[in-house]
């Protein structure tokens, strides 16, 4: 599921066109590299998640999106692959595996990269299941915790794997020709998509002013980009460029607000407060709770399919359930406590508290229908 993300499609998708051309030893050869850098960076991540919260510091996996200098950092990376992938910038052969590698060159390095790369732009929208198993691993000896990551990358990097060692699979794909440079255009606008989703994420932590200069930064490094090449003076411009670009992406004192502040949601629904919720569970009163955020493309598509759909929003006030919203886009504790108390370490995560003293709350999937939630709607009440 992770692997058909729109930001890490584009991305396997040429890896995979390029077992068109080849041996068969080299489209294995690949697809392991491949592999190796999905479950090194698995293994990275938790060692890093792990640690932190060695320190008492209580954060979820995804954690690294909540820091707004690495989601701007992630934009410019995304918006730099488009522009390649469209040939409007070309890098030099010095640049090569920091840039077009990623995506469409030969090599351990580029196969490597394109695993770390997956996994970072994944890993804030775990699929369903996963979260269990980030969950019960979090609450494990440090041993077993990286197996069970491990497992998960492994798990991700399988269908490359499976892909290159299949040769009736590397025959189905289509033959190379003029197509492919069509196909290599078009899959350049997920990534400025992805670009834009990010940019908006930083706007949303940090405010429209953050957003602007991120964006004016952006197109100094596609700038910076495309005057890269022979030439003192074409190197001391695109340098200068993109220290700019990385100053401006340096998130400024503009902050967008506390999204669990009182009174910073409407209709109907309530922000974040663990008192407020104590209370409702302290006196057997319903009420769900909704851990959401703005770089959760999962929580996104169910919040625009599923929960902020008219109708579910009035089954909600029907039934005198509150709708609490704890919106984790920002590193906020008390949320990760809650997080961790239900077992979970990623999210979207949503909690039905049902009606009565001693009720015990219901943990509800992570992929959700209309009928998943009027269902725990009319339990609950």
Known sequence: ILNIMPCVFPILSLKALSFTHGSADQHRRASLVYAAGVIASFLALASLLIAIQQTGRLIGWGFQLQNTGFVIGLAYLFAIMGLSLNGLIHFGTSMMNVGQS???????????????????????????????????ALTQPIAVALLVFAALGAGMALPMVILSHSSAAVRALPKPGPWMDTAKNLLAFPLYLTAVWLLWVAGSQQGINTMAFALTGLVLLALAAYLYGEGWLRKLSSALLVAVALFLAVPGGDDAGNKNAPGALSNGQIAWSSDVLSQHIERGDPIFVDVTADWCITCLANEAAVLFRPEIEQAFVDADIPYMIADWTDYDEDIGVFVKSHGRSGIPLYVMYPRGLGSKPVILPQLLTQDIVLSAIEKAR
């Open 102 to 136: 990623l995506t469409e060159q030969d090599g351990d390095a580029g196969n490597f990269f394109t695993g770390v790369l997956a996994v970072v732009v994944a890993s804030p929208c775990t699929a369903p299941f996963m979260g269990t198993a980030l969950g019960y």
